[in-house]
């Protein structure tokens, strides 16, 4: 991992505010997030899939055999497919609710701090944030613009 790469991550999540210490900051919950958007989300047993979004019922369908950490991502995900009016899934809208969760659930400061302390020890940041490697990618991929796919269409 290249520092320079984290310098991409300026967020439009409207709950971070300027001058806030990481710590001082209620965490982003995607359960609360759910609940305030009228999303219904139902734990089940999925064989093929982590977490599923179906927007013709607007609803979201959760693993059970995710630990809880994971359960976040996967539910940060779901709701990005949710906010972003996805109605199918090519790899162009997988990526924007990848991208999506990532900026929720990971501000620029606590990965500036996790990569300050941990350097390259991409195992070590992914485990003091709690997320999935595919979503610390997309927190500081320097190839999207935040709001890139909110423009679309
Ligand atoms: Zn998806």
Known sequence: MHLSALRASRSTVPCRSRGVRVSEHPPYDP?????RLGIPVHVRRLRKSHGL???DYGEILLADHLKPWAQRCVLAHEVGHAVLGHRDDP???????DRYAALNLISPAMLTSAVKRHGS???AIRKELRVTSRLLR?????FAAPNLYHEKG
């Open 31 to 35: 359960w609360e997030h759910a609940r």
């Open 53 to 55: 979004w179906f927007p």
């Open 91 to 97: 790899p162009e809208n997988e990526w924007a609710a």
């Open 121 to 123: 020890d991409v195992p």
């Open 138 to 142: 997309a927190a500081y991929s320097p």
